[in-house]
């Protein structure tokens, strides 16, 4: 019964390498986020999507570009992969009528 | 912007007994708040939200307080047992749309 569906559970990159991570999610919903988990920081906004082709910056977005070319598909992108973007990145979705957000189950990657 | 704050960080007690993690928010503007509960190695759910028309909201033995004066809200689980053990993030929502995520609460059920 999974509904959002992060593409790698983990995933170990080099310094440098172009990165990316997919979301898909088969609910219809309209908007999609990512975030990024550390011990102690909670949760952490890097970009979301409204509708298909659009996309806003959250808190934290340097270092991370996005696409989202369909509804169901919103990518996170990380153009030259550093150390200190180590992190659980975690994807999800809501319907545009708001509510809570589901949850993909989360790709640990980890940059060496 | 919104601005969470969560306490305790983190929690022990013993089963049978009540367990209470509060956030308080910044954004007057906020309106719906939801709590997640994330389990070892598992993605964040849903357990319970509360909308700012509501001051109260019961399920089972989970439910959650709002404070608007005071901008806070409380999460309160009675009876704990050991499957409660997780951590507990709070969010605030100031149009219904972005979260804004507390640090989290971790809590552990002691037999």
């Known amino acids: 019964d999974v509904k959002v569906t992060q593409s790698s559970r983990y995933l170990v990159k080099r310094t440098g390498e172009k990165v990316f991570l997919e979301c898909v999610q088969d609910?219809?919903?309209?908007?999609m986020f990512w975030y990024r988990q550390d011990p102690g920081l909670g949760l952490r906004l890097i970009y979301f999507s409204y509708d298909v082709k659009m996309k806003e910056k959250g808190d934290i977005p340097e270092g991370y570009s996005v696409s989202r070319e369909k509804k169901e598909r919103f990518s996170l992108i990380l153009e030259s992969a550093s150390t200190n973007q180590t992190s659980m990145y975690l994807c999800?979705?809501?319907?545009?009528?708001?509510?809570?957000?589901?949850f993909g189950s989360g790709t640990r990657l980890t940059v060496v | 912007g919104e601005n969470v704050e969560q306490h305790p960080s983190t929690l022990s007690v013993q089963e049978g007994d009540s367990a209470v993690i509060k956030c308080t928010y910044s954004?007057?503007?906020?309106?719906?708040f939801p709590w997640y509960k994330q389990e070892l190695g598992k993605r964040p759910q849903l357990i319970i939200d509360i909308r700012s028309n509501v001051g109260e909201k019961k399920d089972q033995r989970i439910a959650v307080t709002l404070n608007k004066t005071a901008k806070h809200f409380s999460l309160h689980i009675t009876e704990t047992q050991p499957e409660d053990s997780a951590v507990y993030f709070c969010?605030?929502?100031?149009?219904?749309?972005?979260?804004?995520f507390g640090p989290g609460t971790r809590l552990s059920v002691l037999p």
């Open positions: 954004d007057s503007a906020s309106n719906y």
């Open positions: 999800a979705s809501s319907p545009a009528s708001s509510g809570g957000y589901t």
């Open positions: 969010a605030a929502s100031p149009y219904g749309q972005n979260f804004v």
């Open positions: 609910m219809d919903h309209e908007n």
